[in-house]
């Protein structure tokens, strides 16, 4: 068994764990039991831990510490929706506990998965059993008690993983949503399928493709995946010459062959045509000269060429980059968002920059600091407007280094556009921070859409397809007529209260649907004020504030 490793071998272990729940992130997000299609655990934490890839498979670390924080710094900044995140602060307590490590054995690992866990439990507000953190918690104490009999590597990530599998089992008993559905914590199983692909590494099996299978090839090739120093032979070589003497031809090929690669020699009765990569084209072009007279020639130098593609490309990236905008206000906006007519409205209401996302596709945490840097303000406020983006958004504040981050914790759209309509550019921070709090907070949101699978849920007795009803994020009700659902919807308490109704309709809406929708809560809310706005917005039918 390997006792312990170095940062070649964490490097390794990374990209295999990498490609191991990307393999599997389907199946983890079918473990989601609410039966919206939102269920995306899988695919942040293969797109968080992926992050790390690129360094992991181009980078060369002297020590194992520092392989370990390349990784936690790309996962921090790669990080997406809550699972991701938290994924992100295990390894980056790990990357901590051994920061100083040259190679790493079972002791090491155990200190590091304990650190991991404790950096995981202190940034969730109130954690709860029966998810990721019992299983790390339960695996990492296992590691640390197997560890102070056997420092071995190896057998200590065995014993860890065995001990997390068992916490895995018992979720369904810990979390009364789990057992009701039959299935396992999604955070939990995907935090083991990583580890599962780490061992499997040290145990030199084979890794699953990190592409999915049926991915359509790049548009262009990858000039940067390979240094120019790689190019064996640096003088691409053309020439045409014709056949004067009777040397046979295929002398030519064979003294070619010896002084390079890439060779395509074609002739006929009187020339002989040659495409060669070699180091020495003129001792080539003398050769052909014994065969006849050179009737044309060209030589290029590769290495020069790939040298000008990666300066070119560097080039373009930095132009593509948008620069830290210096502060020109005292108060900046970024909202995250998805659907044109969304954009449009926070655009309206003064937000400097917005974030492509939300449900079934949470942005990273690069994403969202991307555009805080470029909103030219001394205080820069973060509109999530998704429970699965907080997180994320929330590692922002100790990532931006020249400006003030402050974090609203909008969960839903509407919640972020009634911030927005109470920002006010002259107030104090302190002032302007409460004032949209309050606005947010008074707002109740209900969405339709439907649902992706077959599922007893809450009391409810659900059929794939079946329009659903949520109001703030629980099920209202269900129907296979949608407009018999936005009727019940409309005569709920917190509809019938509201002085102000909001109805944005998403992108798979027609005018003419929606506009029966406003009909239906104008009748059924006599005292409320009843908008409808083009949001434009995916998975979600309808998005309704209440105020």
């Known amino acids: 068994m390997i006792q312990n490793i170095d940062a070649a071998a964490f490097q390794r272990m990374v990209i295999h764990g990498a490609a191991a729940i990307s393999a599997q992130k389907q199946a983890i997000n079918d473990l989601n039991v609410f039966p919206v299609p939102d269920g995306d655990t899988g695919t942040n934490m293969s797109l968080t831990i992926g992050a790390a890839v690129p360094d992991m498979s181009s980078k060369r670390y002297d020590s194992v510490g520092q392989a370990a924080q390349g990784t936690a710094s790309a996962l921090l900044r790669g990080a997406r929706g809550n699972s991701g995140v938290i994924l992100s602060l295990l390894f980056r307590g790990f990357a901590k506990a051994i920061k100083d490590k040259e190679i790493m054995d079972g002791r090491d690992l155990a200190i590091a998965l304990d650190f991991g866990v404790a950096a995981a439990y202190k940034a969730v507000m109130k954690p709860a059993e029966g998810t990721i953190l019992t299983v790390s918690r339960l695996a990492a104490a296992r590691a640390a008690g197997f560890a102070r009999e056997n420092d071995n590597l190896e057998a200590v990530l065995e014993?860890?993983?065995?001990?997390?599998?068992?916490?895995?089992?018992?979720?369904?008993?810990?979390?009364?949503?789990?057992?009701?559905?039959?299935?396992?914590?999604?955070?939990?199983?995907?935090?083991?399928?990583?580890?599962?692909?780490?061992?499997?590494?040290?145990?030199?099996?084979?890794?699953?493709?990190?592409?999915p299978e049926g991915e359509a090839p790049a548009d262009k090739a990858e000039f940067s995946a390979f240094s120019t120093e790689e190019i064996k032979f640096g003088y691409c070589t053309e020439f045409i010459c014709s056949r004067d003497s009777k040397k046979d031809p295929e002398l030519l090929r064979g003294f070619c062959n010896n002084l390079g690669d890439s060779l395509v020699l074609v002739d006929d009765d009187d020339i002989i045509k040659v495409h060669v990569h070699t180091n020495d084209p003129g001792l080539v072009l003398q050769e052909a000269l014994t065969y006849g007279a050179l009737l044309k020639v060209k030589i290029e130098n590769m290495r020069e060429q790939h040298t000008e593609i990666l300066e070119e490309a560097a080039q373009a990236q930095q132009s593509a980059t948008p620069a830290k905008a210096a502060p020109e206000k005292k108060f900046g906006y970024v909202a995250v968002c998805a659907g044109s007519g969304l954009e449009a409205v926070f655009?309206?209401?003064?937000?400097?920059?917005?974030?492509?996302?939300?449900?079934?596709?949470?942005?990273?945490?690069?994403?969202?600091?991307?555009?805080?840097?470029?909103?030219?303000?001394e205080i820069v406020y973060v509109l999530p407007n998704n429970?699965?983006?907080?997180?994320?958004?929330?590692?922002?504040?100790?990532?931006?280094?020249?400006?003030?981050?402050?974090?609203?914790?909008?969960?839903?759209?509407?919640?972020?556009?009634?911030?927005?309509?109470?920002?006010?550019?002259?107030?104090?921070?302190?002032?302007?921070?409460a004032a949209m709090t309050d606005a947010f907070a008074k707002v109740r949101t209900s969405e339709i859409t439907y649902a992706a699978r077959n599922s007893d849920f809450d009391g409810f007795a659900i059929k794939q397809g079946d329009y659903l009803a949520l109001e703030e994020g629980q099920l209202f009700g269900t129907d296979q007529d949608l407009e018999a659902l936005l009727d019940r919807l409309a005569h709920s308490d917190s509809h019938q209260a509201a002085d102000f109704v909001s109805i944005f309709y998403g992108e798979d809406v027609t005018e003419e649907q929606a506009q029966r929708a406003e009909k239906i809560f104008s009748a059924a809310c006599p005292n409320a004020e009843v908008n409808l706005i083009p949001g434009g917005q995916p998975v979600y039918y309808y998005m309704i504030s209440a105020e």
């Open 387 to 433: 429970k699965n983006i907080i997180m994320a958004a929330q590692q922002c504040i100790r990532l931006c280094e020249d400006k003030k981050v402050v974090i609203l914790p909008t969960r839903t759209v509407p919640q972020g556009i009634s911030a927005m309509l109470a920002a006010d550019p002259e107030a104090s921070e302190e002032d302007n921070t």
């Open 347 to 377: 655009k309206d209401l003064g937000v400097d920059g917005l974030v492509g996302g939300g449900q079934t596709m949470n942005p990273s945490t690069q994403d969202i600091l991307k555009e805080i840097d470029a909103t030219p303000a």
């Open 159 to 211: 014993a860890a993983i065995e001990e997390g599998h068992k916490a895995l089992d018992n979720t369904i008993n810990q979390n009364p949503v789990l057992k009701k559905a039959g299935v396992v914590d999604a955070g939990g199983k995907g935090f083991l399928v990583i580890l599962h692909g780490m061992l499997d590494e040290l145990r030199g099996l084979p890794m699953p493709e990190l592409a």
